[in-house]
């Protein structure tokens, strides 16, 4: 993942104040954006190769939505400007960038919309969604997908030494940065094969279903000197995209 994603192993940030905050959601608005993210999830042409009847929902939303989409529009943007907003104003600006590229909404709809709202807030919202719509929004929340696949074939059983790979920088990764090139042990192996969301590109996840392990770090690996003195490993669950058997046994090879 980007820099704001994993600040793991990072210097400095020691110093520097952190206010958590304990409310899942602070405004009103934040609700709301929440339940359109949980809708388009549910609407989202990817539920078809779980069972869905996307035909019967009746919705004009035919394009696919996942995580992944949410994720890829958080990590697209600039550094500073990530860590200026807050969570769900990342939430909205995604979902707007994904509207407006895939031609659900114009710019100038976006724009006329906005204005009317910020001059009368308390104006009537759009009429709700079928029942049908409902119906599917709720059945997804309910059961919702899963991403295996069937059987795996796994290259790495547990006890197995691993080096995690440096793939090319992509839109979106679930690698975090800073376990690239770090050594690991297989802890545990997930029974199957699990897709991804979405492709990668460049760094090779989502073409097809992969293993997935549980690798194990010690802290010393991934920080060296600055490690916490008597600090506890570190587990990670790795897609098997990112694993390969550490440099030495491929040099053996």
């Known amino acids: 993942m980007k820099l704001q994603h994993a600040l ?34 549910g609407l989202s042409d990817s539920l078809r190769d779980a069972g869905y009847d996307m035909e019967a929902a009746g919705a004009a939303v035919n394009t696919t939505w996942t995580w992944a989409d949410l994720r890829k529009g958080a990590e697209a943007m600039n550094p500073f400007e990530y860590f200026q907003f807050r969570y769900y104003e990342k939430w909205l600006g995604g979902i707007t960038a994904y509207f407006l590229q895939h031609g659900y ?38 059961q919702g997908d899963t991403p295996f696949r069937g059987p795996g074939e796994p290259r790495f059983a547990a006890g197995d030494a691993v080096t995690v790979g440096n793939p ?4 979106h990764t679930r690698l975090p940065g800073y376990l690239r090139g770090r050594d ?9 094969s699990y897709a991804y969301f979405c492709s990668t590109g460049p760094d090779g996840l989502g073409d ?40 030495s046994t491929e040099d053996a090879a």
């Open 184 to 192: 690991g042990v297989i802890e545990r192996v997930w029974t199957g």
């Open 168 to 171: 090319p920088h992509s839109d």
């Open 208 to 247: 097809q279903p992969v293993p997935v392990y549980v690798v194990r770090f010690e802290p010393q690996e991934i920080w060296g000197a600055a490690a916490e003195p008597n600090a506890g490993p570190i587990y990670v669950e790795l897609y098997e995209t990112y694993l390969n058997p550490p440099a």
């Open 105 to 142: 909404l114009t710019a100038d709809e976006l724009a006329t919309t906005t204005a009317k709202y910020a001059q009368t807030p308390t104006a009537e919202l759009p009429v709700r969604p079928s029942d049908s719509i409902d119906d599917q929004v709720i059945r997804y929340l309910r």
């Open 8 to 41: 793991g192993g990072l210097e400095g940030l020691e110093t520097t104040p952190v206010n958590f905050e304990k409310r899942v959601f602070v405004e009103d608005w934040e609700k709301r954006i929440f339940g359109i993210h949980a809708a388009m999830m």
